[in-house]
């Protein structure tokens, strides 16, 4: 399974993961918050509307790591967006 990452100017790399069960805006805070303490991390922005998760970080990131942090979560990682 493949994210889609592109890299803007400052050198950071922004990810977009799909993420199934979010439904509220408490489901956002807690996959936010979980992918946040990933290292490298420098923003999240969860959609519960559309399932999507914006990650900006310093470098591309491993996708186990994010899958880990959404579980922890109590979600799904369910590929990219």
Known sequence: M???ADTDTQGSVTTTYKVSGMSCGHC???????ISKIEGVGSVRATASTGEVVVTSAAP???EAVRAAVDEAGFELTGSA
């Open 2 to 4: 493949s994210t889609q």
């Open 61 to 63: 990131l491993d996708e």
């Open 28 to 34: 956002e805070g807690a996959v936010s918050g979980e």
